[in-house]
Structures are given as C-alpha cells and as structure tokens.
C-alpha cells in the first residue's frame, strides 16, 4: 500500500507508512476451519455464520454470478468455482467477509408476518415532511418529501392551508414566517417517488385548516393525481385496521373527517337532510377547521378546549363536498377531549388515531401507562415533537416505543442521534418502513395486565460485540481530511440504545497515525428486553486540542443482528452510507 507523506513547520516531511489490511486471527482461523471450495464455504456460513439453507443459496449464487456489490469475479470464481482450478485463498476468504454487499450485519429482505393490522406495526413517520430546515422560517418543499420516501419513510405528513387568493391549497407549518408550496406540486412527487424503496403502504396524514369548498378540491386533487394508487375504504367505521401486506402499493390518507360532516350526521336522526343543512349553515358553524387541532406543536393539555373559535365567511355548505372528502379517510384521527383516561378508552365497534405530542405522552405514560399500550393494542397512536423544537431537533422515541406507539413523527430533515437512532431501528425488516411489535405489547394477560417498561426485568439475552478493524477512510477522504500533519488516531464506540436498564456506551482504545485501524476488542451487553434494542456504533477521529473529529456510525437493530463475522458498513451524520468505511466485527448471543 505503499506510505503516505506529511509535511509539517513548512519545509519537512513526515512518512508514514500504511500497513496492509490483514485479516485478523479470528478469520485465519475461520478459513483454516471452514476447508476450501464451495462446500468449505457452505459450511462455513451455514454452522459459523448462522445462514439459513436459503440464505446460503442466496449468497453463492450471487457469488457464482460474479461476485457483485464489489466483491470481484476472481474471488468469487476461487470461492464457489468448479473444482479442479485455482484454490481459494485466506485473501479471497477475508476479501468476502469484508464484503458489506455480500456479508452483511442484518437481513436485507422482509422477513416479518405482514398479515396482521396496522396497529401491530411500528411505521416510519415524517413530521412536517415538506420542511427543508427549522420549523419557524424555512422553506417548504417537496424535496424534503422525496427524500425521506427515497429513505423508506411510510408516513408523509402536510398541513393545507388557503392561499392567499383562497382558491387553492397551500403546504406550509401555519402560524410561522414558512414559505408555501403548492399541494399538487407535493401529491405529484409522491406519487412518483412513493413505493421506491418500499412497496408497503404510504399513509399522508393531512392537517386541515381548509373550507369545504377547498376540501373538496382537495379530494379531487387526490383521486386524480393518484388513481388507481389511492385505497378507499369500503366500510364506515371500520373495526379493525387493514394489514400492511393487503394494501401493498397503496397510498392510505389520514386525517380528522370534516366537523361539518360529523354534525350533520348527528342531526340527520332529528331532522330530515335539507332541515340539517340550513340549521347548520344558520348556526354558522361552517367556519375554518382545523382537522388536527390536537397536532398543534405548543398544545401539550388533553383537555384543553378547540383553539379554532374564530368565524370565517360563511361559504355553502354541499353534502357532497363532505361526504367526498370523507370517503378517502381509512385512518380517523380524534382529538383527545376530556380525562386522559378517556381519551385512551378502546371502542370495541372502530379504530381511530390519536395524537399525543412528545410532553403529552410523558404525562400520559407516566400516570396511565398500561392504558397506552391498551390503546395501542388495536388503535394507532401518533407521537410529535413539542413545540419548542423549532430547530427540526427530535426526542428519543424508546418511551413510545416501550409504549407500543406506531407512529413516532420525526423531522427527517436533521442528523441528530435521535434521527440516526430511528434510521437504525428501521434497518430491520429490510427496511421497508414496517417493523413488527414485539408479542408482549400485543398480549393481555387475564386480569388485564400488559407489559411494564419500567419494571425491574431479568437478563434475557447477553450480545457479545467484537470490533476487529476498520478500512475506507483513504478511500473516501482526502489524506489531510483528519488530520493536517499525520494519518488519523481513530477509535470506536459502541453501545445499546434500548430500556433504561440496558443503556449503555463502551470504547476502544485508540490507535494512532492509522488509516487501517486494527482493535480487535471485545464487548458484551446483557440485555432485558433485546427486542427493542438498538446496537449503535461510532467512529471518531482524536483530536488532543479541538473536539474529536467524526469518522462514521450506524445503528442496527439487535432482533436483526446475524451471528458470526460480519462487515458493518458506516454513513455519515445524515444517515447517507459511506462508498468504502466499513467496519470488521462480530456478533453473538450467549
């Protein structure tokens, strides 16, 4: 690999020179054990890896056909090729350990029961999805949509408002110095980029401050726009949501049905249609609605009253126009009125959603925790960032997850941890946007007891963690990326998000003047609830006078994590992967 050359107080050199990537004894080890050819290799991932039958016909036929993701159609040939020819060596082993297409750390195809109801789901959701950066005056967009679809987000959120002309519908954060984008110009991008990286249901959950004329309008932007794409329900209410696998390739709308519509219902028992429609418009009731009042970031009281009082122009009132509009809701959100303990109530004869900001869930989980899961267990319960965080920041989303929350909406436009924690959560399934609940916040037990979070629980599964080495940085950086005047001192970190009782972060120690560094340490982490855990992993550059410099992360879920040496790919702050780091490391479970 040759050496790399630093000059430092202007006129000297420093050399340095670059070692090779050896394999590390463990994969000597393993290639001594393993034996040569396609049946040394089979074995060797079937007992030492933990592949699956069809796991390992997955993987050689990718290597017979020639070695993809990089992996090189020599190797390949070496490793899985007829027999007799060119024995495969400790390089060609090592080379596709090494190997993130080929080896890598989870499972990336859907592996999970997809037949159950939304609610037994956690889906990846947006928050403000058309935002390009803070939440009081940045732009909006679709690009910001595009992206997070591109990244397998499941749920699109847009607020409409009436522009200015009050004929159309603009998308914007109301109430702020936000500029607007036009509706159409964000169903469209959807529609385009909308089963890209995930062919399982996309649900746009629609905030609504519009009059029924422009409700209307919006229901006609809908069904054209999208067509055959757009799942209309049959039945009104439904009692129990549709499964992810029914609706694949659907496009699912959520929002609160319109007042008008609810009040009019309610009177058809006492009046005959015509009597209702005048007594409503007499009243004046058909002002401005805010659909999704409880989604206002600053409302953080159950049981406060309907911020919208105020009267619009009151414009004629078409049963029609309700009724369409109404007709494309599958899922119907509520605003939580009253006693919290109310507002968790399970109706056995429908479904609803309810949304509760990150402050409301706290309150909620600490004083009626079980009734959350309860809820959960059938209903879908939407989670948002509080008001303040008009940085686009976000919360930790582990307590409404604990809590069986579905849906926990995240600004996607940022790259704090948080972010990158729900990015990993995320990676499971392969991916695609819907992770399944673990069975013990879908059981009931014969009193009505539920899971306990915050219960002192036994060790149920020990992770033990080896980080052998890393490799890339010269491939991806320039060599004075790091460090001026020497190669960079790296070291890694690596710990559990999870419960509280599995929270933890460890360290290597740190090698210096090394692009290839090699640690070859080992970490174990006892594990309570393995189930919702997930492994993250950093990479840092010390720096003994400014702040360490970042060299890459990941965070994996630790229910996907496959056994054996695997090599672990790393991505930059915003989630994006790397081209060449990657890390070498190891995973099994006592």
């Not at 980029?193 to 649900?203: D, G, I, K, M």
């Not at 109530?345 to 900001?357: A, I, Q």
């Not at 499971?428 to 915050?454: I, M, Q, S």
């Not at 879920?557 to 890390?583: F, M, N, W």
């Amino acid at each position: 690999m040759g050496s790399y050359a630093y000059k430092y107080c202007m006129c000297f050199t420093r050399k340095f020179r670059s070692p090779a990537a050896d394999p590390p004894p463990d994969v000597r080890a393993a290639f001594l054990a393993a034996g040569g050819g396609d049946g040394g290799l089979r074995r060797f991932l079937a007992q030492a890896q933990g592949e699956t039958p069809a796991e390992v016909d997955r993987i050689l036929a990718l290597l017979s056909g020639g070695g993809g993701g990089g992996g090189g159609g020599g190797i390949a040939a070496r490793l899985v090729g007829p027999r007799p020819g060119p024995a495969p060596s400790l390089d060609d082993f090592f080379g596709f350990l090494f190997n993130a297409d080929l080896n890598p750390p989870i499972a990336t195809q859907v592996h999970q029961d997809m037949s159950a109801p939304f609610s037994h789901y956690y889906i990846y959701t947006g928050h403000n999805s058309y935002l390009t950066g803070n939440q009081l005056n940045s732009d909006s967009s679709d690009i910001p949509i595009i992206k997070a679809l591109q990244r397998g987000v499941r749920v699109i959120e847009l607020d409409m408002w009436p522009n200015s002309a009050k004929n159309n519908i603009d998308i914007l954060h109301g109430g702020t110095l936000t500029a607007p984008v036009q509706i159409i110009k964000c169903l469209k991008s959807i529609k385009e980029y909308a089963f890209c990286a995930s062919p399982y249901p996309l649900v746009i959950t629609l905030e609504d401050h519009l009059t029924p004329d422009l409700q209307a309008k919006v229901a006609e932007m809908l069904v054209k726009t999208f067509g055959n794409l757009l799942y209309i329900p049959s039945s009104d209410p439904i009692n129990e949501f549709p499964s992810p696998e029914s609706l694949m390739k659907k496009i699912i709308i959520s929002t609160k049905p319109p007042e008008e519509y609810k009040k009019f219902l309610k009177s058809k028992d006492n009046q005959n249609i015509n009597g209702g429609l005048a007594n409503l418009a007499e009243e004046g009731s058909l002002r401005r609605i805010d659909s999704n009042a409880e989604e206002s970031d600053g409302k953080d009281e159950l049981d406060d009253q309907d911020e919208d009082s105020s009267d619009e122009d009151d414009p004629k009132f078409q049963q029609e126009t309700a009724c369409e509009y109404r007709e494309l809701i599958t899922i119907h959100a509520g605003k939580p009125k009253g006693h919290l303990k109310d507002a968790l109530k399970v109706d056995p004869d429908k479904v609803r959603r309810l949304s509760l900001s990150e402050t409301q869930l706290a309150k909620a989980t600490a004083s009626h925790g079980a009734d959350v899961i309860r809820f959960t267990q059938k209903n879908i319960l939407r989670v948002y960032p509080k008001g303040t965080r008009i940085n686009s920041s976000n919360y930790d989303p582990m307590n409404a997850w604990t809590h069986g929350a579905q849906m926990v909406a995240f600004n996607m436009q940022g790259h704090d941890k948080a972010l990158r924690l729900m990015q990993g959560f995320f990676r499971a399934n392969g991916g695609c946007g819907y992770v399944k609940k673990p069975d013990f916040l879908l059981r009931t037990g014969p009193n009505g007891e539920v899971f306990d979070p915050n219960a002192s629980m036994p060790v149920k599964k020990t992770l033990k963690v080896k980080v052998y080495m890393g490799d890339g940085w010269r491939m991806d950086f320039s060599k004075t990326h790091f460090d001026t005047f020497s190669p960079p001192d790296f070291y890694t970190r690596v710990g559990i998000a999870g419960v509280r009782a599995d929270c933890v972060m460890k360290k290597t120690r740190t090698i210096e003047d090394q692009w290839v560094p090699m640690w070859d340490e080992e970490f174990t982490f006892p594990l309570t609830v393995p189930e919702l855990a997930v492994l993250r992993i950093e990479v840092h550059e010390y720096d003994m006078s400014e702040k360490h410099d970042f060299g890459g992360q990941t965070c994996l879920p630790v229910s996907e994590l496959k056994q054996g040496i695997r090599a672990v790919p790393l991505h930059d702050r915003r989630g994006t992967r790397y081209k060449s780091v990657r890390l070498l490391m190891r995973f099994d479970f006592l």
